[in-house]
């Protein structure tokens, strides 16, 4: 199947734009995460350490500090996860013709630490932990062995991501909170063939 | 592929009161995506919107909403509109929110239509967090220099865009108090005032003040005694740095003034400037070794 003319593959930008838009949601869009004590202890860390956010989509330091670090832990995992099961697919069909194909519900527990530093000495780690659960739908372009090429070039991936809060570090929560759910589509994304470390 | 929601307006067009205009949501400036069904909420402060919720949440195919004025408002109304899905909307000021101007029907006398003045005295112009802030909007009728009695104001105070104070009044004055929470955040806050009356042409103004850690402002002065350094020490509404358009701006109000008389004000200010910046240097190597004292650093993982 030969690629589109107009074919343009992003590169995968776009998935991250998409994951850091829906941490933003979950987190931002939580008053009981924001306004929870948890949240404003560690606020005023950062106030003491005389550190206020630039980011103006999260005038929180909290905030955007979170949403960084579950993105730079999610991202890399999450694609690892579809990179290998598109190989297991193209090998399942030994190069041949793929079909769409759905990748179960996939479940991580990504979590982010504040650490309090006073003269150099480090105080005990706020720890809060998520859970995301992840319906993934791919469509591949390619019916070529993949394994020549650099990139596995996916003609659609339809993401259902549901993020949930399982633990704060002072508040003890009863049972786990659904922050929020997000469904969206993302075109012709390229995505490298060897798995990132 | 992305796309987000544009207002369809333009400050440069007049509109008419009580005339049915049409605003229309699409495409751009709020950051969201083509391929996703996006809760649009548009809020007008001087008019009605046919075409939204209680909620004010767009409901209308292809996103056309109607504004119809307030009965004999006139002036400036402006729009907000927000990607709901977020609560601090990928949006600023220039983006998020777009002014138009409501003149008169054709057939209203305009010269009925009086002009108002607005003055905000924001108490502290620094304060650390835990005092009280007090802030006062008053309303002048231009041509009498007197206050606009009737008149209603509508006030808030934002940090980075989010309303973190919501005050109001009539007959020509709001007066607001509140304690700083000992966890507020820290930096410049804005203080905003819209003012309308029966008669007149709105008006809206806004000023600053800075929110600082206890015992030490931002600028490294000290917090405790005196009127701020940058403020001309017997009108605490007029800051240095908007001094000449502040000046303009208030000429009805010191109507019987002449403006030669606040120069030598003005070379108090600059000579007090100059101190708190000597002192500021001497300060801030004291509050910079503090500061180093404590440090965050975050760190993630998947388990």
């Known amino acids: ?197 | 592929m992305s796309t987000g929601i544009r207002l369809i307006s333009s400050s440069t067009v007049q509109h008419i009161a009580n005339a049915q205009d049409v605003i229309k949501a699409n495409d751009q400036n709020v950051k969201t995506y083509q391929d996703e069904s996006v809760n649009i909420e548009i809020k007008a402060e001087h008019g009605r919107l046919l075409g939204v919720n209680k909620e004010n949440i767009v409901t209308s195919k292809n996103n056309v909403v109607t504004y119809i004025p307030d009965e004999g408002f006139t002036g400036k109304d402006k729009f907000s509109v927000v990607d709901t899905e977020i609560e601090t909307p990928y949006v600023d000021e220039l983006k998020g929110i777009i002014s138009i101007d409501i003149i008169p029907p054709e057939n209203s006398n305009l010269s009925s239509i009086h002009e108002l003045a607005v003055k905000i005295h924001v108490e502290k112009n620094q304060i650390n967090v835990g005092e009280v802030q007090t802030i006062t909007v008053t309303a002048f009728d231009k041509s009498s220099n007197s206050i606009a009695l009737g008149s209603n104001i509508k006030g808030k105070v934002t940090y980075h865009n989010r309303d973190v104070q919501l005050f109001s009044g009539s007959d020509g004055e709001a007066t607001h108090s509140w304690n700083i929470d000992p966890n507020s955040d820290l930096g410049t806050f804005k203080v905003s005032a819209d003012v309308s009356a029966k008669g007149y042409k709105s008006i809206s103004d806004s000023t600053t003040f800075k929110v600082n850690n206890k015992g030490v402002h931002e600028d490294g002065g000290p917090t405790d005694g005196g009127p701020p350094t940058n403020q001309l020490p017997n009108n605490p509404d007029i800051t240095f740095n908007a001094t000449l358009s502040k000046i303009k701006d208030l000429v009805p109000v010191f109507k019987q003034n002449d403006l030669s008389q606040l120069l030598p004000l003005a070379g108090l200010g600059v000579a007090a400037i100059g101190g708190t910046v000597a002192y500021g240097k001497y300060r801030s190597k004291k509050s910079q070794h503090k500061g180093d004292n404590v440090a965050v650093i975050t760190r993630g993982g998947i388990e």
């Open chain 1, 1 to 197: 199947m030969a690629l589109p003319s107009k074919y343009s593959s992003s590169d995968n930008n776009e998935l991250r734009e998409k994951l850091k838009w829906s941490f933003s949601c979950a987190i931002d869009k939580s008053d009981f995460l924001k306004q929870s004590k948890d949240f404003k202890a560690i606020e005023g860390w950062y106030h003491q350490a005389k550190k206020t956010s630039d980011d103006i989509s999260s005038p929180s330091l909290v905030s955007s500090e979170m949403i960084k670090e579950l993105l730079n832990h999610v991202y890399p995992h999450y694609t690892n996860i579809i990179i290998e099961k598109v190989d297991m697919n193209i090998k399942s069909t030994d190069g041949g013709m793929q079909s769409d194909f759905d990748i179960g519900i996939v479940t991580m527990r990504p979590y982010v630490e504040f650490v309090k530093i006073v003269n150099g000495e480090p105080m005990p780690a706020a720890k809060f932990t998520f859970e995301l659960d992840i319906r993934t739908h791919i469509s591949i372009f390619k019916a070529a062995n993949s394994s020549e090429s650099e990139y596995i070039e996916l003609k659609k991936l339809a993401i259902e991501l549901e993020i949930l809060l399982l633990y704060m570090p002072y508040f003890s929560l009863s049972e786990s909170i659904k922050l929020t759910t997000k469904t969206f589509e993302i075109q012709n994304i390229r995505l490298p063939h060897k798995r990132q470390k």
